[in-house]
């Protein structure tokens, strides 16, 4: 950028805008830092940070706010306590989903969100939900319906304090058993009969 020829003002600006771009780079380096140290301090961050997409400040954030896992009955608990399910405008027999509830941690929300774009690049099974939801429901709805489903993931391994490859192993042997599918709540989406 700085062999880019420019009028003897702009080439200033540009010069101390480069430096400032610096230092606060510095800085960024210096906090990145600081939260990886904390993160390899806590073992349910580190085992947060083997799901693909999910990095030192997703693992530190979400172990942090959901504090002790054991405290949620199942993983639609947990996503109810972030904000991640539609509010519900109700009356006589009929039922009508609105938006995010949005009654949660607004960070954890975000982060979530912004995990779940990397983690379906990487994560096979995740992708395939997401690319399923972004034909039915488009771009907006799938993303928040990935984070969702990353967030009962990542409550499931602080639960049983496992890994990423444990889980999907856990995952496998569930399918393999007609059980949940890997990231989804413990409980059945259909009623028994």
């Known amino acids: 950028m700085e062999s880019l020829p420019l009028a003897p003002h702009a080439a200033h600006r540009r010069s101390e805008l480069l ?35 999910v990095g030192p ?44 509830s949005k009654q949660g941690n607004p960070l954890l929300r975000f982060l979530w ?4 774009v990397h983690a379906v690049r990487r994560d096979p099974e995740l992708q395939r939900f ?3 939801k972004l ?20 409550y499931i391994m602080l ?3 496992i890994d990423y490859q444990e889980f999907c192993r856990r995952g496998q042997m569930r399918q393999k058993n007609g059980a949940a599918c890997a990231g989804m709540p413990e409980v059945g989406h259909s009623p028994e009969l």
């Open 159 to 161: 639960r049983d304090q």
């Open 57 to 100: 400040v997703t693992a530190l954030a979400t172990e942090v706010f959901l504090g002790d896992p054991a405290r949620f009955e199942d993983g639609k608990a947990v996503v109810s306590y972030v904000g991640m399910i539609p509010s519900e405008y109700s009356s006589g027999g009929r039922q009508r989903l609105g938006g995010l």
């Open 130 to 132: 997401y690319r399923r």
């Open 113 to 116: 969100c912004e995990a779940a």
């Open 19 to 53: 430096a400032l771009y610096g230092q606060l780079q510095a800085e960024i380096d210096k906090l990145d830092q600081r939260v990886m140290d904390h993160a390899q301090q806590r073992p349910g961050a580190q085992v947060l940070m083997t799901h693909p997409g």
């Open 135 to 154: 034909a039915q429901k488009g771009l907006g709805k799938a993303r928040v319906a990935a984070a969702r489903k990353l967030g009962i993931r990542l």
